[in-house]
């Protein structure tokens, strides 16, 4: 079972990354996927949902309206398009099924926001 999350990088406030989640060893389009982030000194926290057929979405109060969550069920992949991303936003992000299934952890993607 792997999950890979690539697509970040430095960027200045305002600025736009997207992010995918490239899984494998499971059967990616029965399980609701997630987003979560991890700052510096702080704990992993969630960030976005997207049920199992893309339907439905979830976010964070503090990525509404600024990231969208999305998935291909072909590619076994999901994303997050993250735009007007501010310098709180800077963190590793992370993909995983719901906490309570989760599977081993990926490496993460840095997303650095700074001027």
């Known amino acids: 079972v792997h999950l890979v999350e690539s697509g970040g990088g430095l960027v200045q406030p305002g600025g736009s990354l997207r992010l995918s989640c490239a899984s494998s060893?499971?059967?990616?389009?029965?399980?609701?996927m997630n987003w979560y982030r991890q700052a510096p000194g702080k704990e992993r926290e969630w960030v976005a949902s997207?049920?199992?057929?893309?339907?439905?979405?979830y976010y964070l109060d503090a990525v509404k309206g600024r990231f969208t969550i999305s998935r291909d069920n072909a590619k076994n992949t999901v994303y997050l398009q993250m735009n007007s991303l501010k310098p709180e936003d800077t963190a590793v992000y992370f993909c995983?099924?719901?906490?309570?299934?989760?599977?081993?952890w990926g490496q993460g993607t840095q997303v650095t926001v700074s001027s």
């Open positions: 997207i049920s199992s057929s893309g339907d439905s979405t």
């Open positions: 060893g499971f059967t990616f389009s029965k399980f609701t």
């Open positions: 995983n099924r719901n906490r309570g299934i989760a599977l081993p």
